[in-house]
């Protein structure tokens, strides 16, 4: 029916019906033969015998498609008889058709004052309105043309954009559900209902509709939306086998990212890398797929491959803290596994002062080296640059105490383990070292108390780990 210029990014609306098509018409009959036959009745007495078939030259002209010579007719007319309904509906549809909108709608708002009980009127004034992205003033538009014309499945589609457009999507869904009655064949109709419902959080009954459409009229745009019903109803398996269909059909960006978020959301490493490696291949220039190999190496225990990913990302795009604190994650858990990667963070970090955790895992890849290869001075200053930036990050005082332990200062050691127990209690780690800063000062209880606090939080922190894995994943689902 038309094409908006500002479709949802996700995912486009479908407009059925003929692509070039803007406009509804009367029931069965085309536009021009339905204004011509009502030219006879009211507003063209005024006009000479000439004048008439001028008109019906122009409309003629008009409903084969002839823009050339229709056009200057119109506009002859129009401008000769300014309350002549027809010539000013046909001449505002025209240049609608013709994409010139602005010169469209007064055309079409007199049309609506003059003959005011005319649904193709309001129907296509609606129409340019929607396309000028005059929301509120097409809803209104349009669900007059639908009380006056309401078996036009056009109207009923148009409005239910409209009111898509202005987030009524439980209205709109009951549009399209109109248009679907209307023309039950046009299965756009129905992806549009269930796309309206989707948004209505109504998704059994959007998973319903989607079930109707028939298996040869699937598109790939259809699966997607099927995706992601069964995704908001926990049908993992099924949303996946949905997402699969959508790339196979259409190997898109947009396909094969969806697929490879629904793979990482629910932690199928292996499948995820692949097709993200697919991605990566076959959309070199978009880094998102670059990011999501990166995060199912990392989350498949891959961590100096994800280190590398990370790092040729930081490389590329020196600022972006996104990719700093991704590849961060991965150095710090590294261990004692050097890697030249992981120097990238050190400039990120000097460049970046106010960064407290990039700061915190550079120091920390540095202090994980074998103890010939550790710059200990500089993982101190940028320690010291992390508790700056961030007062409460307790990693960067837990990592001090690593260090005044390497050095033998265990006064020292307590004192920043304590801090960092005190901001995050569950600490396990903390715990442990500050065992054994206190059983070398000679505080044996307090030595075991902190023993008996680290086997309490271990398990937790076991989990934690699986917090951290998951705040990984949801990064980037944030920046889907």
């Not at 240049?95 to 055309?107: F, V």
């Not at 004692?336 to 915190?360: G, I, Q, Y």
């Not at 006064?411 to 442990?432: G, N, T």
Request: with cysteine; charged share 20%.
């Amino acid at each position: 029916m038309f094409s908006l210029s500002h479709a949802v990014i996700r995912r486009a609306w479908i407009h059925a019906g003929l692509a070039a098509a803007l406009f509804c018409t009367a029931s069965g009959d085309s536009m021009s033969r339905s204004l011509y036959a009502q030219t006879l009745a009211m507003g063209v007495r005024t006009m000479s015998s000439s004048d008439r078939e001028t008109l019906r030259r122009a409309l003629d002209a008009y409903d084969q498609g002839n823009s050339r010579i229709a056009e200057p007719l119109l506009v002859d007319l129009a401008k000769r008889f300014p309350k002549n309904y027809e010539a000013s509906e046909a001449l505002g549809s025209l240049y609608a058709e013709q994409g010139s909108l602005e010169r469209a709608l007064p055309l079409l708002q007199r049309a609506v004052a003059l003959k005011p009980n005319e649904g193709i009127a309001h129907a296509n004034l609606g129409a340019v309105m929607l396309r000028m992205e005059r929301d509120s003033e097409a809803v209104r538009q349009l669900q007059t043309a639908a009380r006056l014309d309401a078996d036009n499945a056009g109207t009923q589609s148009n409005l239910g954009h409209a009111l898509l457009s202005t987030h009524q999507p439980t209205a709109a869904a009951q549009a399209f559900a109109e248009a679907a009655r209307l023309e039950p064949a046009n299965s756009d109709f129905a992806y549009n209902r269930a796309l309206a419902l989707f948004d209505s959080n109504a998704f059994p009954e959007a998973a319903a509709v989607l079930s109707a459409i028939p298996a040869q009229s699937m598109t790939d745009q259809y699966h997607s939306l099927a995706g992601d019903v069964d995704e908001k109803q926990g049908k993992y398996k099924e949303a996946v086998l949905h997402y699969q269909a959508a790339a196979q059909l259409n190997p898109s960006s947009a396909n094969l990212y969806s697929l490879t978020l629904e793979l990482l959301r629910h932690w199928t490493w292996d499948e995820a890398l692949k097709v993200a490696n697919f991605g990566v291949v076959r959309y070199p220039e978009e880094t998102r797929f670059k990011v999501a190999a990166g995060i199912a190496l990392f989350a498949d225990n891959k961590y100096s491959e994800s280190a590398a990913v990370f790092s040729g990302l930081l490389a590329n795009d020196p600022n972006n803290g996104g990719y700093a604190d991704l590849l961060g994650r991965s150095c710090g858990a590294l261990g004692v596994t050097a890697s030249t990667n992981c120097d990238r963070l050190d400039e990120f970090a000097m460049r970046h002062p106010e960064n407290a955790r990039a700061a915190a895992y550079a120091a920390t890849s540095i202090l994980h080296l074998p103890s010939a290869q550790q710059d200990s001075a500089k993982a101190e200053q940028l320690l010291k640059q992390a508790i700056a930036a961030d007062p409460k990050l307790a990693e960067a005082y837990y990592e001090l105490g690593v260090l005044a332990q390497q050095r033998l200062q265990w006064q020292e050691s307590s004192v920043m383990l304590e801090k960092a127990v005190a901001l995050r209690p569950a600490y396990s780690e903390a715990h442990y070292r500050l065992s054994r800063a206190y059983a070398h000062l000679g505080r044996h209880d307090e030595a075991q108390q902190q023993i008996a606090l680290q086997q309490q939080y271990s398990q937790q922190e076991k989990d934690n780990l699986n917090t951290r894995m998951s705040e990984v994943v949801t990064f980037l689902l944030k920046t889907n």
